[in-house]
């Protein structure tokens, strides 16, 4: 059975960093297209960054440079690194299984980072 | 990249049908036969309900349907159910390095 369970959220000042975690079974991350995508509170989805089975990693205009998508084949988990944190980043974080055809078929029940002084 | 453009809301008696529309661009929608639609229960996490446009995955009652013209997705939900009140939210690939999502619809069954 595939699962995903998320880590790492909390409460964390402006400028501040946070690491998130993704951890994986019933497949392997490394052989799959992984995402984290976001929901701010009251809001929609949000694509924020995909790393792709080859390694190649890509991100939304709004977090590039900032966030750093990575993976651990030996852990079977998806990570997310969030530096240089903002209010708006305010939100839960998914991690979400890719499947070919570019859509998402898990989910895991997301983390929340909430971003304040 | 701009989110798709989807209406905030609809609704629609047990038993009818109610269909939501998503809008986007060439670059999306228009560009590929990449379109997803996602049900979100309050609280939950998002569900895979069609992919590829119209296919639905396992489980998926085919109450749920799903269609591209152009650069407009529908999905069409038969059949209403209580269990079918939810926000529903289409994506769409939109190139290597892009995935996009839409502004999500609150399906509310009366």
């Known amino acids: 059975e595939v699962q995903l369970v998320e880590s790492g959220g909390g409460l964390i000042q402006p400028g501040g960093s946070l690491r998130l975690s993704c951890a994986a079974s019933?497949?392997?991350?490394?052989?799959?297209?992984m995402s984290w995508v976001r929901q701010a509170p009251g809001k929609g989805l949000e694509w924020v960054s995909v790393?792709?089975?080859?390694?190649?990693?890509y991100y939304a205009d709004s977090v590039k440079g900032r966030f750093t998508i990575s993976r651990d084949s030996s852990e079977n988990t998806l990570y997310l690194q969030l530096n240089g944190l903002r209010v708006e980043d305010t939100a839960v974080y998914y991690c979400?299984?890719?499947?070919?055809?570019?859509?998402?078929?898990?989910w895991g029940q997301g983390t929340l980072v909430t971003v304040s002084s | 990249q701009s989110a798709l453009t989807q209406p905030p809301s609809a609704s629609g008696s047990p038993g009818q049908s109610v269909t939501i529309s998503c809008t986007g661009t060439?670059?999306?929608?228009?560009?590929?036969?990449?379109v997803s639609w996602y049900q979100q229960h309050p609280g939950k996490a998002p569900k895979l309900m069609i992919y590829?446009?119209?296919k639905r995955p396992s489980g998926v009652p085919d109450r749920f349907s799903g269609s591209k013209s152009g650069n407009t997705a529908s999905l069409t939900v038969s059949g209403l159910q209580a269990e079918d009140e939810a926000d529903y939210y289409c994506?769409?690939?939109?190139?290597?390095?892009?995935?996009?999502f839409g502004t999500g619809t609150r399906v509310t069954v009366l």
């Open positions: 994506s769409s690939y939109a190139g290597t390095d892009n995935y996009v």
């Open positions: 979400a299984k890719g499947r070919p055809g570019y859509h998402f078929d898990y």
């Open positions: 790393i792709y089975s080859g390694g190649s990693t």
């Open positions: 060439s670059s999306d929608i228009g560009g590929y036969k990449y």
């Open positions: 019933g497949f392997t991350v490394s052989s799959n297209y």
């Open positions: 590829e446009v119209t």
